[in-house]
């Protein structure tokens, strides 16, 4: 019963990992240009950082280092917006 709810846990990160890449295309399609929408960086921290914890359940080294350095790569464009949105 434990493995399944990490296995769903596993699969919500990915689902929301892979949302990005729709939301995108969506967006870019609709303005007919490339584009990378706020909600594309929410989706990869939300998806990053739902996997991170499933990879530390998993106790996986690999996909640990590609999902901590990911979140901190989606927070700070995440930070970059938020203060170019001051100015």
Known sequence: MENNIWIAIGFLGQLCFSARFIVQWWTSERRRQSVVPISFWY????????L???????MDPVFI?????GSF?????????RAS???
């Open 43 to 50: 989706f990869s921290l939300a998806g990053g950082l739902i």
């Open 52 to 58: 991170l914890v499933y990879a530390l359940y998993r």
């Open 65 to 69: 280092a590609g999902q901590a350095f």
């Open 73 to 81: 790569i989606y927070l700070r464009n995440l930070a970059l917006i």
């Open 85 to 87: 949105a001051r100015t």
